[in-house]
């Protein structure tokens, strides 16, 4: 079948380390996002990518960076810059181009920074 | 830049009525795209509803539909028959066609509770 998985569903980080949220997608889309939801909230867009080795900072990027190496793969490391990281991250992918196509969401990665 | 609102934070239904939930957005584009989506429980964020600008004819699947509104900037979603099952998060997006199509933006949400 074919889809978005990110893992793990849950991840505990210590203040001050690096970690790295995973996100796969086999629907053979070339645009990918991550997105940051805190509770009760929209989703915010921190990073894209419309093609494989190029990615755009989204509207929250600070603390945050990403990698396209592969086409299915993109993944987010929250890095010890990011003053608030715990929250709920959602990974998408869509078809490019204007025929309006959706987005399609992974199941999502809660991460939580003590 | 586009901006969406739901001017709904919270709302809820009794079982088997019908519910409508706002969506307005701003925007100087001609075409464009607005989706519905839902986020239960689970946090799954799944599509609903699509709609194209530039059609005059309101979207619907199955106990959804829409009331497009162009001039109006309005983009509501009606679920009758209201189930258990459609109690969740409720999230209007449009998308520009700019910039090859990658700019989406979501509103803030309502979510919708459906009273047994």
């Known amino acids: 079948d074919g889809g978005i998985t990110q893992s793990p569903k849950y991840l505990f980080r210590k203040e001050g380390q690096n970690v790295t949220l995973s996100c796969e997608q086999n629907l053979n889309h070339d645009a990918m996002y991550w997105y940051r939801q805190d509770p009760g909230q929209g989703l915010r867009l921190i990073y894209y990518?419309?093609?494989?080795?190029?990615?755009q900072k989204g509207d929250i990027a600070e603390g945050y960076s990403v990698s396209r190496e592969k086409k299915e793969s993109f993944p987010l490391t929250v890095t010890s810059a990011q003053k608030n990281p715990t929250a709920f991250y959602l990974c998408?992918?869509?078809?490019?181009?204007?025929?309006?196509?959706?987005?399609?969401f992974g199941p999502g990665t809660r991460l939580t920074v003590t | 830049a586009q901006t969406v609102t739901q001017s709904q934070p919270e709302m809820s239904v009794q079982e088997a009525e019908t519910v409508t939930l706002s969506c307005t957005y701003d925007t100087s584009e001609s075409d464009y795209y607005l989706f519905w989506y839902k986020q239960p429980p689970s946090r799954q964020m799944i599509l609903v509803i699509r709609?194209?600008?530039?059609?005059?004819q309101n979207a619907t699947e199955n106990r959804f539909s829409v009331n497009f509104q162009k001039a109006a900037k309005s983009f509501s979603l009606k679920i009758s028959d209201s189930q258990l099952g459609d109690a969740a998060m409720y999230f209007c997006a449009y998308r520009s066609l700019d910039n090859y199509g990658q700019n989406f933006v979501f509103g803030p949400g309502t979510r919708l509770s459906v009273l047994p």
């Open positions: 709609q194209e600008a530039y059609k005059q």
């Open positions: 990518s419309q093609i494989v080795n190029d990615f």
């Open positions: 998408a992918s869509s078809r490019k181009g204007d025929g309006g196509y959706e987005q399609y």
